[in-house]
């Protein structure tokens, strides 16, 4: 199984993030928000660097 080829759920954080009325927010508030979310960005990116590595050694240990 793939769970790449898995169907997304609607309700998740993320969409639920892209939906947000953010005219409610002050300046000062849009800003942290970005920063979070940038930072959430890197943890993600790191987290699929980790597991491309990981099936990397995988691939390459049933290779040998």
């Known amino acids: 199984m793939n ?3 898995l169907p997304i759920k609607k309700d998740t954080p993320i969409n639920m993030v892209e ?3 953010l ?3 002050s300046e000062n508030e849009l800003s ?4 979070r ?8 990116e790191q987290e699929i660097k ?8 995988a ?4 290779k040998s």
């Not at 942290?32 to 920063?35: D, F, H, L, N, P």
Request: hydrophobic share 35%; proline share 0%; aromatic share 12%.
């Open 50 to 57: 980790a597991k491309q590595s990981s099936k990397s050694a």
């Open 23 to 25: 005219s409610t927010y």
């Open 37 to 44: 979310l940038k930072a959430e960005i890197l943890r993600t």
């Open 3 to 5: 769970f790449d080829d």
């Open 32 to 35: 942290e928000r970005t920063a």
């Open 59 to 62: 691939e390459a240990f049933f």
């Open 19 to 21: 939906k947000e009325d």
